[in-house]
């Protein structure tokens, strides 16, 4: 029952898609690397497997440009990790800055429009206030869900969008927030459409590595495994009606195959 109406929310949002013949494409997309870590056991995210063994991720951001418009998917753990990185043994680290890296491809923070997040993890929403006049295009579920402590995960000043299901970002079909929710309770992903490359789908951490796609595994660390399950369900559902690749965030396999700055997918 609690399978079938999940199932029934995110056919809810999929209303909100457009057509797989909508017109508009992103101009030039940038594949940024934002952070790596290696886990003494993985097998939190890959529960029943791998128990004991160490694994690699790496933490991927992506730069869009979209006529004159720039617009950010996830800013990575915070740039202040490459000064002062962190002793412990699980902890992210960082070998550039984003703000290095928009620099070098000629982007200042003020050029920045959107700020798309896919939720509110620290290795997700780390360098949000570098870009601080930038609108955050977040879920309303992820934007009032507080922390532990009750506090919110935002900064309430920061310009926001608190969007509920998909969201067509520039009105084309270019960009579409793809609701996605169960690693957090308002996660998304993104559907962007590319003239030359075609359509990719970023994954934000519906799904962390290639190895879970393939088996459909569900972490054990997850918010609710059941709306997590749905979600990589909705995932190939939109895959397959766009014919999209899909790009996993953490994944160090594949990210290691992918073009780098100041080279870009168009």
Known sequence: MKTTFAVAILALYAAAVPPANAQGAIDRLYVIECGERTVTDISPW?????VGKPGDFVDTCYLLKH???????????TDALLAVPSGEPNAWKRKSTLLGELARLGVKPADIRYVA??????????????FPQATLLVQKLEYEWPNQDGSPRFQPAH???KVE???DVFGDGSATLIATPGHTPGHQSLLVKLSKTGAVLLSGDAVHLKENWDAKRVPSINFDKTKSTAAMQRMADVMTEYKAELWINHDKGQAASMKRPPAYYD
């Open 46 to 50: 890959t529960p029943g497997v791998n």
């Open 67 to 77: 006529s004159n418009d720039w617009m950010l998917w996830d800013t990575g753990v």
């Open 117 to 130: 997040i896919s939720h509110s993890h620290p290795d997700h929403i780390g360098n949000v206030e570098l």
């Open 159 to 161: 310009p926001v969008r």
């Open 165 to 167: 299901g998909d969201y």
